[in-house]
Structures are given as C-alpha cells and as structure tokens.
C-alpha cells in the first residue's frame, strides 16, 4: 500500500512542478522548490512534512509554525487586498480617491472627469512640450522636465485607470 502512495506523490509532484524531476520537491543544494502561488507552496510543504518520517516532534511543530504564520501573511495580504478593491467603493476613501482624480485632470489643464479624447489630447501636447529630450540644455532644466514628465505620466495613468474601472462597471 505504501508503494501506491509513494508512486503516488511523485505523480502529483511530477504534474505540479510540470519540468522538473518527479523524483523530489527539492532542487539544488536540498532547498525547498517553490511553485510561484503561496498556497501551492505551503500545501507542498505540509505534504512534504507529513510524508517525512524522520523529522522529530520538534522539528513537525517547528515546520507547523511556520505553516501557521505563512497563513496568516496570506490573510494579511488578502485582507489588504480586500480593503483596497473597496475603497474604489462608497464611502471616506472614495471621496479621497475623487479628489485624487480631480487633480490629475487638473494638473494636465482640464476639467474634472473631461471626456478622455481631450485628456489624451492634452497629455500627449504637455508631454510634448517638457519632455526631457526636449529640454536637456542643462542639468537643472533636465532634472526640472524629467520630474515635471513624470507627473504628466502619473496623472494621465490615473485618468486612464479611472476610465478603464468605469468600463468594468
């Protein structure tokens, strides 16, 4: 019966891992594998951990630990996650967010929530004219049209992610 199981793991290895060795999870120099998607990894480890019969009770609840606190990072991050897609929602932070906005189209010379033809039409003229190949007669003028360019581009991305959440809606 042990057989099947060990025939078994190296299956669900060998098709999760999709490239490498199916023999083991480990890679070079005896380092934990890691499959890029946090909860892959961890259900990984504990098959790992349960199949190991000489870890000792220490270092199982040593390895237990740190599954426990990798799961409450994974909270953490989607809790956070959470309250982020939300505060594009009603709300106090909404209203930041709309103040944010407003001052991107104000900053590119426009009116807030101006149809985007015209915040493209004005990004691409004020980009245009304080782009840093343009004005790299001197260090400070550089430096002056680099970060004015900057704030162009930051303005227009957040118009521009303003209209594309409206299209989702």
Do not use: C
Not at 138 to 165: C, V
């Amino acid at each position: 019966m042990d057989q099947i199981f060990e025939r078994l793991e190296k299956l669900v290895k060998a098709w999760v891992s999709s490239g490498t060795s199916a023999g083991s999870s480990y890679g070079r120099a005896g380092t934990r594998q890691t499959y890029g998607d946090p909860d892959l990894d961890a259900a990984m480890a504990e098959l790992d951990d349960f199949l190991d019969t000489s870890k000792t009770e220490s270092e199982k609840r040593e390895a237990e630990e740190l599954r426990a606190q990798a799961e409450r990072e994974r909270r953490a991050r989607e809790d956070q996650n959470r309250r982020y897609r939300t505060s594009w929602g009603n709300g106090a932070s909404a209203d930041a967010t709309n103040a944010v906005i407003e001052d991107a189209y104000k900053y590119l010379g426009l009116k807030p929530y101006s149809p985007f033809a015209e915040v493209k039409a004005a990004y691409k003229k004020l980009l245009f004219k304080y782009h840093p190949d343009r004005n790299a007669s001197g260090p400070d003028q550089l430096k002056k049209a680099t970060e004015t360019s900057t704030r162009i581009n930051a303005a227009y991305q957040i118009i521009e992610a303003y209209e594309e959440s409206k299209k989702a809606r």
